[in-house]
């Protein structure tokens, strides 16, 4: 059974990792670590762009990749405060 969530890139960036193991409840805590790759294969969308972003999830601490265009909202980890 689906979970309603529709097709394609989802409305609201969460971290891959936590969608998978937790559900719906966690991953929105994440950090842009400043590196950036392009992605230029003729898929973006208004919710994708042409250039993927590297984050960190504060809550699990999985490193990955993402083109979502929210990833754009989200805080560099050198601008937070040690």
Same mark, same amino acid.
Not at 30 to 41: E, L, M, N, Q, S
């Given at each position: 059974?689906?979970?309603?969530? %529709?097709?394609?890139?989802?409305?609201?960036?969460?971290?891959?990792?936590?969608?998978?193991?937790?559900?719906?409840?966690?991953?929105?805590?994440?950090?842009?670590?400043?590196?950036?790759?392009?992605?230029?294969?003729?898929?973006?969308?208004?919710?994708?762009?042409?250039?993927?972003?590297?984050?960190?999830?504060?809550?699990? %601490?999985?490193?990955?990749?993402?083109?979502?265009?929210?990833?754009?909202?989200?805080?560099?980890?050198?601008?937070?405060?040690?």
């Amino acid at each position: 059974m689906g979970t309603s969530h %529709g097709t394609g890139q989802p409305i609201r960036f969460r971290c891959s990792a936590c969608r998978r193991r937790f559900g719906s409840i966690t991953g929105y805590k994440v950090v842009r670590t400043g590196r950036t790759r392009p992605k230029d294969d003729g898929r973006a969308t208004r919710r994708s762009l042409n250039t993927e972003h590297e984050y960190k999830c504060l809550h699990c %601490g999985h490193v990955g990749w993402s083109r979502h265009v929210d990833i754009l909202g989200k805080p560099l980890k050198a601008d937070l405060p040690t």
